[in-house]
């Protein structure tokens, strides 16, 4: 249903224009600007949202189409002018997902703005056209998309974010089965979440949301654990009853609040009562009092518990308020301080290094279209335009993937190039004729093109272009040959692009990040272990934990495109890079957990009394011991699955068994 609603959206609007400009106006130059720009914001972006949101992006998108018509008009007097801007425009662009979907999802097709404006004949007297045809068309998309079956909206990640609070809230005041718990949790994950809904982007209230979001799929799997062990055996403990209660009245308050786009609860309540607990767990622990193994341990995961829904609640506040928490050890929310163009910067210099996919991708695509753009001026191709439209929508993340890709390209335009030169053989130069079958192909090729491939998406767009040249201008049936030229070009430059620029895609780049990644967090254990047993440390608050976040945002990023590619051979038994992250998250966690109580076995005295029994100074308690050992077994937990799960030739494990 979405894709028949789009398509009618896009048919209506470029034929609007397209016959508004042709017929009404006489002025081709606008007729195809305004048949394009749609199909530039339409089929060849990942716009996505219900028809009004997508309609606010397209309105954002048109200044910026439209300064690069202009860029474009004004490069094409020189073919090396040209190439240059189309590498520019290219990397800008291909760079454009570092921003988050909001920013990328309109990125391929203003690619479309630059491309047709930038090739000859060099004519800035027809920029006034240009810029009436290409604004018209974006308006008239922007209008059919709200008006014409606009649809409704997907779930936001605020509405994902109150459900699998309500459900942890329910979690912690009773027995949920384990299933449930966990299903809520995978609800957050990004991959299950539509990209325009996804906090991806670097400012401030997206990155607190993503904070959120991980906080919260980890008290879920907390909580989880704790209802599964509830079965095995029970450990009771009124101070986990005290401290659960105290989460299940923050997560209920929190998902209301988000429901109802209030201010969030204060979490001031719940992190006075983790410290009391944790004071009075330290005190019982000391000479001459014993604690039971079984509830300290149960109180280890409970309090963990409580620091996720410390760390949810107080990243939604700063989500909603955009104020800064108190500082915390490890200052778990460095970025609430910063100012947005701040975190912009920290953003795109992170990723400008040849290990962020997104880094990679724009090289790619800049290397692509500039190569097409001096081949199709070089060497004077008609419509060298379709050459660079051909490593634009040919063009994937893998050179397999791309060389799929092209196959199918060329059969389907084979097929649309001989049907679209026997019907210029038959119909000759009734121009009626064509634009009685542009509405009914152009929606044909906008339904079947999404539903059933390349090969048909192809086969019908060559056959289209086809009807509306034949209204511009006089051609005949080597049009299609061209055309099929031009594909066939620009598929070659696509594939030896793919070839030269990271040919294997996120699959190659996904096991280094990762491994990087897991460097990270082995570089962050042992100082988080030191401080942890030596309360005399001098500070507390001062461990490196941005080289982890950043390591952890390109291994995200380089998962998020390996998981949309296709599988290899070398793929068939792939490690679960799924573990990795959240070997991650924890040690984040963890680290904040350990450090925030600045607790000695003494611990502080209940209501100003001393402890009757003395102890050696600055012991470290055996509560605090336990925590760090929870802590440290969950992290081996994972380790162990990862280990499992990557495939070890022999040559590899006889050095592991010998270390």
């Known amino acids: ?57 397209m309105l954002r998108a048109l200044p910026f189409g439209l300064l690069l018509v202009a860029f474009g008009t004004a490069l094409a007097a020189s073919t090396w002018a040209a190439v240059a801007g189309m590498a520019i425009v290219g990397f800008v662009l291909g760079f454009a997902p570092v921003g988050g979907p909001r920013s990328a999802g309109a990125a391929p097709g203003l690619q479309l703005f630059y491309i047709l404006a930038c090739f000859p004949p060099y004519a800035p007297q027809t920029l006034p056209a240009r810029l009436i045809g290409a604004g018209l068309g974006v308006l008239a998309l922007a209008a059919s998309s709200s008006l014409l079956f606009p649809g409704t909206s997907a779930p936001g990640y605020r509405a994902r974010l109150a459900d699998a609070l309500d459900t942890a809230a329910a979690g912690a005041g009773s027995h949920v089965p384990v299933t449930r718990l966990r299903e809520a949790g995978e609800q957050l994950r ?68 988000l429901r109802a786009g209030a201010g969030t609860p204060s979490v001031a309540s719940l992190e006075a009562t983790m410290e009391r607990i944790q004071a009075e767990r330290i005190r019982r622990s000391a000479p001459p009092h014993r604690s039971d193994f079984g509830v300290l341990r149960r109180q280890s995961s409970v309090l963990e518990i409580a620091a996720a829904a410390w760390i949810a609640v107080t990243a939604l506040g700063i989500a909603e308020r955009g104020r800064r928490p108190l500082p915390t050890p490890g ?37 692509g279209l500039a190569a097409a753009r001096l081949v199709a001026g070089t060497l004077d191709l008609a419509h060298g335009f379709w050459v660079l439209l051909a490593v634009l929508t040919l063009g994937r993340t893998t050179v397999g993937a791309t060389w799929s890709a092209v196959r199918q390209a060329i059969a389907g335009n084979l097929v649309g190039a001989a049907a679209a030169g026997v019907l210029l053989l038959t119909v000759g ?71 030269l620029a990271w040919p294997a895609g996120g699959h190659r780049e996904v096991r280094r990040t990762m491994a990087d990644l897991l460097r990270a967090c082995g570089d962050l254990i042992p100082p988080t272990a030191d401080l942890v047993t030596n309360p005399a440390a001098p500070s507390r608050a001062s ?11 390109l291994a995200e990023a380089a998962y998020a495109q390996y998981r949309n590619e296709p599988t290899t051979d070398q793929e068939r038994a792939p490690a679960d890079w799924h ?11 963890g680290t904040h957990r350990l450090l925030r109580f600045d607790l000695t076995a003494n611990g502080p005295p209940p209501d100003g009394r001393r402890p009757t029994h003395a102890v050696p100074e600055q012991a470290v308690a055996q509560p605090v011991l336990v925590d760090l050992d929870a802590w440290l077994t969950g992290i081996a937990r994972q380790l162990d699955r990862i280990t499992t799960s990557v495939p070890t030739s022999p040559a590899r494990r006889a050095p592991t068994r010998a270390h």
């Not at 249903?1 to 508004?20: D, K, N, P």
């Not at 904070?211 to 986990?240: I, N």
């Not at 289209?464 to 070009?489: C, G, H, K, Y």
Request: proline share 5%.
């Open 1 to 57: 249903m979405t894709v028949l609603r789009r398509a009618v959206q896009t048919t209506v609007a470029a034929s609007t224009g397209f016959y508004l400009c042709l017929y009404g106006f006489g002025e081709p130059v606008a007729a195809l600007y305004a048949l394009f720009a749609p199909i530039a914001l339409g089929p060849l972006s990942s716009i996505s949202g219900a028809g009004r949101q997508r309609a606010t992006v």
């Open 190 to 257: 990004l991959s299950y979440v539509p990209p325009g809904k996804r906090p991806t982007g670097p400012g401030r209230t997206d990155r607190a949301l993503t904070q959120a979001g991980a906080a919260t799929r980890r008290l879920l799997q907390g909580l989880a654990e704790l209802s599964a062990a509830r079965g095995a055996a029970a450990v009771t403990d009124p101070s986990c009853d005290e401290l659960l209660a105290h989460v299940a009245g923050v997560c209920t308050s929190a998902g209301a609040s």
């Open 331 to 367: 200052d778990v929310f460095w970025y609430a301080d910063l100012p947005t163009r701040q975190l912009w910067g920290r953003r795109i210099s992170a990723n400008l290094t040849r290990r962020s996919v997104w880094f990679q991708n724009a090289v790619r695509v800049a290397l």
């Open 429 to 499: 130069q009734h121009s009626d004729v064509y634009a009685a079958m542009l509405v009914p192909v152009m929606l044909v090729a906008f339904v079947l093109g999404p539903l059933w491939g390349i090969v048909y998406a192809q086969g019908l767009f060559t056959f289209l272009v086809a009807l509306v040249f034949a209204q511009v201008t006089p051609v005949s049936w080597q049009l299609s040959e061209v055309r099929l030229i031009d594909v066939v070009t620009g598929s070659t430059i696509g594939l030896l692009c793919g070839l």
């Open 543 to 553: 461990l490196p934990t941005l080289p982890l976040l950043h390591r952890l945002r």
């Open 579 to 589: 573990a990795v992250l959240i070997v991650a998250h924890e040690t984040l966690q």
